[in-house]
């Protein structure tokens, strides 16, 4: 959804205003969505292993983490500010991009995100959210376990939930600048995405067979998909952005479509071997493919700009190459990294 969304350049229009609206904005809050559930249900495990310190299990959990993210994203931001710097001759990032800082809140002036490693600001929240969640989870851990903890973990990040809503408000109603970089990007606002997750992950450990029933899924899930387009076509498309709720409500709506999403396609079993092959491989490369794909659709578009490359061959590509390249990078960067990793706290590749 991210990449559909990322080709817009490459588009008519009339076409592309739509898809990078609809599908980007989803795409990423489903990618923040299910990083909480899987990082809450890895988690969880500990208030019920109490053979392992709190202390020790919180360091195989930033080690295990930070193994599968940190060097892939440094390997990019490397080769990004080589790529903007020398290719484009354009300024690249900054110190901050080191440390996840380069969009940790909302500006003070109407800028726009920057290009260089356009994507980044997702990473950031990624980020944060694996830093502090877990000392949260883990501080709970240490005076309550087993059903009792989960249930503080729960109330916590519900409260957590409620503070970023006021916050967003807040935001909202003291601002006058581009949405995207006041309320989409910064990344004290965007961790409750993760943290819907982390409810779904504490729901689905009570009640492993947890699901809403067909009725409700046809009434709630519509509903929730209609709220979420009439925001983004309020604050995108018309200029209609003084609706100041409507910055704000967009975001629980769509948080709440994707947890009901993951909820719902994680019962459905896949019995075509070659399609779940297919579904593996491209998850084990979906990291390297997100890291990938701007950076080769700036080129592209640079190609059809000032080189008269034809734009469905450049669309083409844009879906042929990134892929390529996220193959060639999990097999000899990320799987040899993650190897190591393996080695080193003994566990399975995930």
Known sequence: MVMLAHCNRLLPWQFSKYIYVYTGFT?????????????????????????????????????????????????????????????LKLPAGNWRYLFFLQSIHWPTTNFLHPGFFGESW????????????????FQIAKFSRGNEGLKRVLFCTIVFIIIELILKFWVAYTTNFYWGNVMYKPTILRLDSCAYGIILACIVHFNPQFKISKVGMWIIIPLLILMVLLCLYQIYLPDLINYRIVKVIVFPANSLFCVLAINYFRNISIRNEVFKKTIVILSLCSYSLYLIHLPIETTLNGLVLHAGLPKNLAL??????????????????????????????KKPLN
């Open 27 to 87: 795409g990423v809050e489903l990618f923040f969505v299910l990083s909480g559930f899987l990082i809450g249900s890895i988690l969880f495990r500990s208030f019920y292993n109490e053979t392992i310190p709190v202390g020790t299990q919180l360091k195989n959990f930033w080690i295990s983490r930070w193994l599968r993210t940190l060097p892939l994203y440094y390997l990019l931001l490397l080769f990004n500010f080589l790529f903007y710097n020398y290719a």
């Open 122 to 137: 997702s990473l950031a929240v990624e980020e944060w959210f694996y830093l502090l969640f877990p000392l949260l989870i």
């Open 316 to 345: 083409f590509l844009y879906f042929i190459l990134p892929v390529a390249a996220a193959f060639l990078m999990f097999r000899f960067f990320e799987l040899p990294v993650l190897n190591y990793r393996n080695s080193i706290l």
